[in-house]
């Protein structure tokens, strides 16, 4: 019901834009969490964006760098990632609730497949 996309191999310092499209028909309704994990490490929360787009949130380590936005219209969620770091690389997943109390700590009902990000220095 969520299927992400946009990853891929870059260069520090390097864009990227991921995508979330969601096949939910109340996607309206859903807040989505973009999340990333790497081999041998939790997954951890990256960035939330509330249902109605007004109210957003991110992981202190890309506040700034990333930025999160949704077009309800298209059923899709993005993810911005600017000034890419090594230690950004991962598994990037959204994930979406209907409690956004539920986002950050990654309780969410719909989970996508992930996207692979990896970004060499």
């Known amino acids: 019901q969520l299927v992400e996309s946009g990853g891929g191999l870059v260069q520090a310092g390097d864009s990227l834009r991921l995508s979330c499209a969601a096949s939910?028909?109340?996607?309206?309704?859903?807040?989505i969490g973009w999340f990333r994990q790497t081999p041998g490490k939790e997954r951890e929360f990256v960035a939330a964006i509330d249902w109605s787009g007004t109210n957003d949130y991110y992981e202190v380590s890309v506040k700034g760098r990333f930025f999160i936005s949704r077009d309800n219209d298209n059923y899709m969620v993005y993810l911005q990632m600017n000034s890419l770091k090594p230690e950004d690389t991962g598994i990037y997943y959204c994930?979406?609730?209907?409690?956004?109390?539920?986002?950050?700590?990654?309780?969410?009902?719909?989970w996508g497949q992930g996207t692979p990000v990896s970004v060499y220095s």
């Open positions: 994930a979406g609730d209907l409690n956004w109390g539920r986002i950050v700590p990654g309780m969410c009902e719909v």
């Open positions: 939910i028909s109340t996607f309206r309704d859903y807040n």
